[in-house]
C-alpha cells in the first residue's frame, strides 16, 4: 500500500505549506518586536503619563475614603489606615505603606503624612492639619472632597497639550527649517538666478530673517515641553521650585484667575466649616487661609483679622481676602441661612469651580488654536514660495 509521503505532488505540498507557515510564523514575530510591542509600550506610556493627575487624585480619594470609615466607626484614624495598610493591598501604592510604617512608630497622622510628601495634595494635608486642630477631622472633608474636581480639568488640559507636542509643535520642525534655510533655499535662489527669474519675497524673508524664526520655534518647542515635563513630575516640580523661591510660587499661583478661584473655593469651604463647627471667626479666617497652602492668603486673612479686632464684622473684614465683593455678599446672605455656612456657600464654591474650569480650558484653546494657526502660516509660506519659485523658472525656461 502506498503511503501519503510516496506521493510526488503531497510530499511537493506539504513542504511548500511548511515553508510558508515558517515565513509566516518569522514575519508575524519580527512585526511584533519590530513594530507591535514598541506601539503598545509607547501607547502604554502615554496613557500613564496623561493619567497621572487622575491617579493622584483617586489615590487622595481613597485616603479619604479610608478615613471617613474610621471615623463613621468611631475607632482611631490611626488604627484603621494601619489595618488597611497590613492589608498590603497593592492598589494602595508604595507611599501608602510607608506612611503607615510611620503610624506605627506613632508619629501621628500630620507628622507622618509630612514625612511622605507626595502621598497627597499639599492643600489636603493643610486641610486635615486644621482638622485635626479642632480635633474633628470630619469636619474638613467636604472641604477636602471639592479638591477632587480638579483633576479632570489637568487631563483635559494635559490631552489637549499632548495633541500639541506630537503633531504640531514637535523637533522636526526645527530640522526641516534648518534644512530649507541651510541647503534648499540657497540653490533654489542660485538656480533662479542664473534662470534670470526673480526669487519670490517669502523665501527671501525667510532667509533673511531665518534666526529670528528659528529662534521662535525653538521657543515654542521648549515652552511646550516644558510644560509637558511639570505637567508629568506634577507636585514634585512644584516641591522643588518651592524650596528654592518659597514665595514666588505662591505669587504666581495667586495671580492666575482659574488657580486663585479654586484657592478662593477652598478658603471660603473652610471658613464655612469651621464657622459651622462653633469655631471662633479669628481663628476659622487663620486656618482656612492656612488651609490654602498659599502665603499671600494668610497674609491677607491676617489684615482681615487685624480688622475683626478692631471691632469690624466679619462680613466687612473679609474684603480683606476678597477684591471682587462677592464673598462679602454671599457670606451676608449665609448668615441669615438657617441651614449653616457650608450648605448656603455651597452654590457658590461649585460656581467658583466651573469659572476656574472654564478659563482654563478657554487659555488652553487659545493657545492651542493660536500655535496651530501659526504652524499653518510657516508651513504655507514655506510652501507657497516654492510653488513661486518653480513657477517663475518654468515661465523663463519657456521663453527660452
Not at 469651604?269 to 498659599?294: F, Q, R, Y
Not at 510653488?387 to 525656461?397: A, M, N, R, V
Request: overall charge positive.
Amino acid at each position: 500500500m502506498t503511503s501519503f509521503s510516496e506521493i510526488p505532488f503531497l510530499a511537493v505540498g506539504a513542504e511548500e505549506v511548511f515553508a510558508f507557515l515558517l515565513k509566516f510564523a518569522w514575519t508575524t514575530l519580527w512585526l511584533a518586536v519590530t513594530w507591535i510591542f514598541p506601539l503598545v509600550l509607547l501607547f502604554y506610556g502615554v496613557y500613564f503619563l496623561v493619567s497621572l493627575p487622575l491617579r493622584r487624585q483617586e489615590r487622595a480619594r481613597l485616603f479619604l475614603d479610608i478615613l471617613e470609615t474610621g471615623i463613621k466607626q468611631g475607632s482611631s484614624v490611626e488604627n484603621t489606615l494601619i489595618a488597611v495598610s497590613q492589608s498590603r493591598d497593592s492598589a494602595l501604592g508604595v507611599r501608602f505603606h510607608l506612611f503607615a510604617s510611620y503610624l506605627e512608630m506613632g508619629l501621628g497622622l500630620i507628622r507622618s503624612l509630612e514625612r511622605v510628601p507626595r502621598l497627597l495634595p499639599s492643600q489636603i494635608v493643610a486641610m486635615l492639619k486644621v482638622g485635626a486642630e479642632i480635633g474633628d477631622l470630619g469636619k474638613v472633608l467636604p472641604a477636602c472632597r471639592n479638591l477632587m474636581k480638579d483633576g479632570i480639568s489637568l487631563v483635559t488640559k494635559g490631552s489637549n497639550h499632548l495633541i500639541m507636542v506630537a503633531f504640531v509643535v514637535t523637533p522636526a520642525g526645527l530640522v526641516v527649517l534648518s534644512t530649507l534655510t541651510v541647503w534648499v533655499y540657497p540653490r533654489l535662489i542660485e538656480l533662479a538666478n542664473e534662470m534670470g527669474a526673480s526669487p519670490p519675497t517669502a523665501m527671501i524673508f525667510l532667509m533673511a530673517h531665518r534666526v529670528l524664526t528659528l529662534f521662535i520655534l525653538s521657543a515654542l518647542w521648549f515652552a511646550f515641553y516644558l510644560g509637558a515635563f511639570i505637567y508629568v513630575a506634577g507636585p514634585r516640580f512644584f516641591s522643588w521650585i518651592s524650596v528654592g523661591f518659597p514665595f514666588v510660587l505662591d505669587a504666581i499661583f495667586y495671580r492666575i484667575p482659574w488657580k486663585r478661584k479654586r484657592m478662593q473655593r477652598d478658603f471660603s469651604a473652610m471658613v464655612a466649616l469651621l464657622l459651622d463647627a462653633g469655631v471662633p471667626e479669628e481663628k476659622a479666617l487663620k486656618l482656612a487661609a492656612e488651609s490654602t497652602a498659599n502665603r499671600i492668603f494668610v497674609e491677607r486673612s491676617e489684615k482681615a483679622i487685624a480688622r475683626l479686632r478692631q471691632g469690624a464684622k466679619l462680613t466687612e473684614a473679609i474684603q480683606e481676602v476678597d477684591d471682587s465683593g462677592e464673598f462679602r455678599w454671599r457670606l451676608t446672605n449665609a448668615v441669615h441661612a438657617q441651614r449653616g455656612f457650608f450648605a448656603a456657600l455651597s452654590g457658590w464654591h461649585e460656581a467658583l469651580d466651573a469659572r476656574a474650569f472654564q478659563q482654563e480650558q478657554a487659555l488652553v484653546h487659545l493657545v492651542t488654536s493660536s500655535v496651530v494657526l501659526l504652524n499653518g502660516v510657516f508651513v504655507g509660506t514655506v510652501a507657497v514660495s516654492v510653488f513661486q519659485l518653480l513657477t517663475s523658472i518654468t515661465k523663463e525656461g519657456l521663453l527660452w
